[in-house]
């Protein structure tokens, strides 16, 4: 996507794609995929953006409008699309350091999934010092020396334990927990934390790819993106934890908390998380600030 590959002989070839996710609609996806494309072409030509190049063109040859970004109604719609997104995503980037996180450490397990890039980058905005490490690649010592640990999303069966990823995955997290020392849990990582702590981890019924969803969480209410096709289930909570379910009467976990610990089921850094990285900033620094032991089930 956005990406422009220039040949020897001057030709230009802009190759795009889609994802369907819950509730998309194909055909939109594909007229996004030409809007793309025309984005990029239009930046070597003066020329209207979509009429830059043959390859620009959707199937039977229409082209988008000349000065389609200038529209009244199209400005309309994207500012109605963007406000349901995460406004730290679409602002000019800048700092904006949180007192206490300032120069503090922060590792980033990275278990499948590109999304660790996006925390990382958030909690450098936050003012610490964050990186990435596979789950194959990272090391006791560096669980212990990091003033923060963030376990990442990915995908999987949580309940795997045969998957080398969800094995060397369960190890990183457990390890964290016996040391007492912070941890954030996120979306899969969220889930085999809760199955360590003794709470039960089933598949959904339907999956929710690329659903924002409003949900109670560390007292308040947030509006987050939620990418998983399985959930942890309260039940026997071990002393100590506080559990959040989705709705009043549910027993879907969407997040849980005790002391050094948190752990959340839905995409901290989602474009969908308009209250995910003030939600990332709070519990960053109650999690680096906060003495005590991690209950375990």
Known sequence: IRTAYLAGDGGVR????????????????????????AGVLSAFTAEPAGAASASAEPAGGTRLPPGIADDPEVCAALAV????????????????????????????????DAWTAMLAHALRRLGMTARVERWDAVGPGEIER??????????????????????????????????????LAVCLSHQILCALMGLR??????????????????????????????????????????????????????????????SVQFHLESV???????????LAATLVA????????
């Open 201 to 262: 981890v089933e598949p959904l019924p339907a999956s929710f790819q690329g659903t924002q969803r409003v949900v109670p969480v560390f007292g308040r209410r947030a509006r987050v993106g939620f990418y998983n096709t399985f959930t942890a289930r309260s039940g026997a909570v071990p002393p100590g934890v506080r559990v959040w379910t989705a709705e009043p009467g549910s027993d879907e976990v969407v997040a849980l908390d005790a002391e050094k610990v948190a």
């Open 14 to 37: 802009v190759p795009v794609g889609a994802t369907l996710v819950r509730h998309s609609v194909p055909e939109h996806e594909v007229a996004e995929t030409h809007a793309k494309s």
């Open 81 to 112: 699309r963007n406000a349901a997104l995460a406004g730290f995503w679409l602002e000019e980037q800048g700092d904006r350091p949180v007192p206490g996180l300032v120069g503090r450490r922060a590792l980033v397990v990275d278990a499948g």
């Open 272 to 282: 969908l998380s308009p209250d995910g990285v003030g939600l990332l900033a709070e």
């Open 146 to 183: 990091a003033d923060l640990l963030v376990a990442g999303p990915g995908p999987g069966d949580p309940r795997d334990v045969t998957d080398p990823r969800i094995g060397a995955l369960r190890g990183v997290v457990a390890s964290r927990l016996d040391s007492g020392r912070p941890l």
């Open 290 to 297: 906060g003495p005590g032991p991690v209950p375990r089930g």
